[in-house]
């Protein structure tokens, strides 16, 4: 690779012409290895590392254009602190010095009435671990501010794939090139997990079959064999009924679910309640299409052959998602399928990394209290809740990294009044001017990956990686743990966690499960896992065996077998709100990420609803018109695609956009709500009722045709 170096915080940004390695910190489970070409201390290019077997030297068009992200004329160079009225974004500079002051005087004060009062809220900005919650956990820890319950994305899927494998674990992802069948499941693979693609692709031209599960007709969904476009909300009733045909044809693997599962009889019963024509109903799909998927999945056990699952979060983000998880994760124990290596499912492989997150995090700071836990999904109510005794102290101060909650959360009416309280002290760490930061009273400038040190795990394959930095800091930026050393040094701890070094928590994050030098040499490790993690069983259940059966959950009050639980607003449930929203993120974002990065905006144009043909003519909608899409939580317009990637019934809002760029100043996230699925507490982004209108002023003044 030539004149690749790794920098330690003593070297400084001199060297003409070299290479550094580092790692995405994107919140995509491909977790690729990067490598930034630095010049005179620019850096010019960011490519794949070519060595790193998978990235291979290819990027997604988001992250290949990392450079414009890094030095985007509008990247946040020094803190700033509001002089206008929250929501206005308008800001004075001011020093580190004297806004790290007042920070911690505000914050102090605070913490003297309840330091529970005081919110972290953060993501998955950046993945990694280290400018993710290392320090940032040591100072809420030790400040016994209120806990954060991060349940935005994952947390169903996540729950559910514990409760019946026992973690985030499943099969390699390499081993997808191999399989004869692959279900890719609630996933646009060829725009979140281009790694993947790839290998299925590679597993399609060895004859393999692809089938694609998703209510949208992305572009995956384009290049597979099929497309079975169910009903959001409906995956639990077409597993069950995959169930009924591997049963009722004897597709099974009896030897594997006498020896390693858990619950076989009771889930037998369950199943058999579910024949293709019942989950055809539910689901919107012909029978024949369900009882040919089954055959398909259930022969290739006959035969011999390995069946894959690639199963993603898409099809969690409803009421069910967590018991919809759970079924799909029962199908390859049924059959078998984890015996071959190329066989089995995949959702995430983070359960797979030896993390020590307790090193990082140093959970005995809080010296045995027990702070409240915020949901970050209900962050809208949450903010506009007075004090109460089940509640606790009403929320008076927020510090947010690494996320953008006025943009991503659901109920984002309710998200912006919260935010838009004077009394709230809000402090907001990021690159750019987002919808979040125009609230902020403290705006700080914070760095980007290619300007500090980190250490990532991945969800889609079993590499730990190491970003070292490769240029300084743009402007006055700071990386997110100097910001809370500094806090913490302010505030008078003088605990020695606090003076650990950027690197040193590097070190601390995998100890000795793997080796530091080779992360600093190669710029990744591989996490020992086996090639057939459970063909033998094995699985890390409290059992040791596929829990088609959960006591964990029958001891909580809760169904211990997998069933089809529909959508706090089932389609077809409501006159008013006839259709059904999903709202998939747009191909060339990621979240509410890159939508200020000009020639990515440029590709996607502006925020639009998909919608079918069958729909839109009843309603006077043609392309390019302005509709009005609207339900109880609010209202929220933008351009029509009447498009065949919709399916009748079902709208897409494509997201998700900043609201400022937004036809009034919001986004689709105006209409989603804060019910949580049904394990895990997660959101529920895709189990939304709405209607849509033509806008007809609107679209006259816009030039399109009018409805």
């Avoid at 699952?309 to 984890?338: E, F, S």
């Avoid at 839109?616 to 209202?635: E, H």
Wanted: charged content about 20%; some cysteine.
């Amino acid at each position: 690779m030539g004149d690749t170096i790794g920098i330690s915080p003593s070297v400084s940004f001199v060297k003409a012409s070299h290479q550094v390695r580092g790692a995405c910190p994107h919140d995509c489970p491909d977790t690729c290895a990067l490598v930034t070409t630095v010049e005179d201390g620019v850096a010019v290019k960011v490519q794949g590392n070519p060595e790193h077997r998978h990235t291979d030297a290819a990027l997604c068009t988001k992250v290949s254009r990392y450079t414009e992200r890094t030095y985007h004329p509008e990247r946040l160079q020094q803190p700033l602190r509001r002089v206008g009225p929250k929501g206005a974004g308008q800001f004075e500079p001011v020093s580190w010095e004297d806004a790290l002051n007042d920070i911690a005087a505000r914050l102090s004060g605070i913490a003297q009435r309840d330091p529970q009062a005081i919110v972290p809220y953060s993501y998955a900005g950046t993945m990694g671990l280290v400018q993710g919650e290392s320090m940032a956990a040591r100072f809420f820890n030790r400040l016994g501010a209120s806990l954060l319950d991060r349940t935005i994305c994952a947390a169903a899927g996540g729950e559910g794939l514990t409760q019946t494998l026992g973690g985030k674990v499943g099969m390699k992802v390499e081993f997808f090139a191999e399989a004869r069948l692959i279900l890719i499941w609630g996933s646009n693979s060829i725009a979140s997990n281009l790694h993947f693609w790839r290998l299925a692709q590679q597993a399609k031209r060895n004859g393999a079959r692809l089938v694609c599960i998703d209510p949208r007709r992305t572009e995956t969904a384009d290049k597979c064999h099929e497309h079975i476009a169910l009903r959001p909300g409906t995956d639990a009733a077409l597993a069950l009924a995959l169930m009924h045909q591997l049963i009722t044809h004897d597709w099974l693997d009896h030897d594997y679910i006498d020896r390693h599962t858990v619950g076989w009889e009771a889930l037998r019963e369950r199943a058999l309640q579910w024949p293709p024509s019942r989950a055809a109903e539910v689901c919107g799909v012909p029978v024949a299409q369900i009882e040919a998927l089954a055959r398909d999945y259930g022969t290739c056990f006959l035969n011999g052959e390995p069946a894959a699952i690639r199963l993603n979060y898409g099809m969690q983000r409803v009421r069910g998602g967590g018991n919809a998880t759970r079924a799909i994760a029962c199908l390859p124990a049924l059959t078998g399928a984890w015996r071959h290596r190329a066989g089995g499912l995949l959702l995430s492989s983070s359960g797979m990394f030896p993390v020590d997150k307790a090193a990082l995090q140093r959970p005995d700071l809080l010296a045995g209290r027990c702070p409240r836990t915020i949901n970050m999904s209900t962050i809208g109510d949450d903010l506009l809740r007075e004090a109460s005794a089940a509640f606790g102290p009403r929320i008076e101060a927020l510090v947010v990294y690494n996320s953008n909650p006025v943009a991503v959360a659901p109920e984002s009416g309710k998200v912006v009044r919260g935010f838009a309280r004077e009394d709230l002290f809000t402090v907001v760490l990021e690159h750019f001017r987002t919808d979040t930061a125009d609230y902020a009273d403290y705006l700080l400038p914070a760095t980007t990956q290619l300007e500090h040190w980190d250490v990532h795990m991945a969800y889609g394959h079993t590499d730990a990686l190491l970003n070292q930095p490769a240029i300084a800091p743009v402007g006055q930026a700071r990386p997110n743990t100097q910001f809370f050393r500094e806090m913490a040094q302010r505030m008078g701890w003088t605990d020695a966690c606090f003076r650990d070094s950027d690197e040193d928590l590097c070190r601390q994050a995998y100890g000795d499960q793997v080796d530091f030098n080779e992360l600093l040499n190669r710029g990744y490790a591989t996490i020992a896992w086996p090639d057939a993690p459970f063909a033998q069983g094995g699985f890390p259940t409290p059992s040791g065996r596929c829990e088609f059966f959960s006591e964990r959950l029958a001891r909580q009050g809760q169904d211990g077998l997998p069933d089809h639980v529909p959508n706090h607003e089932p389609a077809g449930s409501s006159e008013r709100y006839p259709l059904a929203m999903i709202s998939p993120p747009a191909r060339n974002f990621l979240n509410s990420s890159f939508v200020n990065v000009k020639s990515l905006r440029d590709i996607e144009g502006e925020p639009v609803l998909e919608i079918h043909e069958s729909d839109a003519g009843p309603r006077g909608i043609t392309s390019g018109a302005v509709v009005r899409v609207f339900n109880d939580r609010g209202d929220y317009r933008c351009k029509a695609v009447v498009s065949k990637r919709a399916r009748p019934g079902v709208v897409n809002g494509m997201g998700i956009w900043w609201r400022k760029l937004g036809l009034d100043g919001t986004n689709v996230n105006q209409l989603t709500s804060q019910n949580l699925t049904d394990l895990g507490r997660g959101p529920v982004f895709y189990d939304c009722l709405v209607q849509v209108e033509a806008d007809a002023t609107a679209t006259a003044a816009a030039g399109a045709p009018a409805a």
